[in-house]
């Protein structure tokens, strides 16, 4: 590829500097692991969402067998069916159904990279199966996104990002600065990436909520081989 460049935060992002690029958005915990998880668990179509509004006006027009799942600011969404877990989406319940999915930060950042030639979600669970697929990437530009939290850094995503960019073939490609960082870090055990991961401020809030085995499976570095990306506001998976 030409140029990676890595965005710690959906908010640094102008979505003009998109245009003609590969865009990679991740949001660990949770956005892109639950949409992920329930791609996996067969549901037919998934739409990512940027508001309310635009869950509800897809709701109207898919009908009522469509189910509206999510969160604002970590709460629920008053008449929405499901929450943000990837638990909140079982096989039974959502195969062969469409999902229309919102939330605060990971959802925002996928649609606000639509001018973008290609977004694809990452989490740590599909990041090494990701960087696989931006090697075939010849003479492209990639933007990896961090989708952050309320505009600040998210250690989650960083790591992910790190993931990602630590098996890239980068060799010939210019890159910015996060990138940079990222390559030193070095996330490349499994058990560092989760220790990592716990001491996130997210992975501690969750621990405290007693949620360990939510967060063993975030970090679950590379058991989906899974590649998701947006083609028409619908997440598909690349074959």
């Excluded at 898919?62 to 079982?90: A, K, N, V």
């Excluded at 599909?126 to 989708?147: D, F, H, M, R, W």
Aim: hydrophobic share 40%; charged share 30%; proline share 3%.
């Amino acid at each position: 590829m030409k140029k990676c460049r890595l965005w710690l935060t959906k908010e640094e992002i102008e979505p003009e500097i998109l245009k003609g690029s590969t865009v990679v958005v991740i949001d660990v915990l949770l956005a892109t692991t639950t949409l992920l998880t329930i791609i996996e668990r067969g549901a037919r179509r998934v739409f990512p969402v940027e508001s309310i509004e635009d869950a509800k006006r897809l709701h109207e027009e898919l009908g009522e067998s469509s189910i509206t799942g999510g969160e604002q600011r970590g709460l629920p969404i008053e008449g929405f069916t499901r929450g943000h877990l990837p638990e909140d989406y079982p096989a039974e319940y959502v195969k062969g159904k469409d999902v229309i999915f919102l939330t605060t930060n990971g959802t925002k950042a996928i649609c606000r990279a639509k001018n973008a030639d290609k977004v694809l979600i990452a989490n740590l669970r599909n990041a090494p199966s990701v960087a696989k697929y931006l090697n075939t990437l010849e003479e492209e530009e990639v933007n990896i996104i961090c989708a952050g939290s309320g505009g600040h850094f998210s250690l989650e995503d960083f790591l992910c990002a790190s993931v990602i960019i630590s098996e890239m073939n980068l060799d010939n490609a210019k890159y910015n600065d996060a990138v940079r960082i990222a390559l030193e870090q070095r996330f490349d055990n499994k058990d560092k990436i989760y220790k990592a991961l716990e001491t996130s401020r997210v992975g501690r809030a969750s621990l405290r909520k007693g949620m360990e085995e939510l967060l063993r499976f975030t970090g679950d570095v590379g058991a989906s081989n899974q590649i998701a990306f947006v083609q028409e506001s619908e997440l598909v998976v690349l074959r």
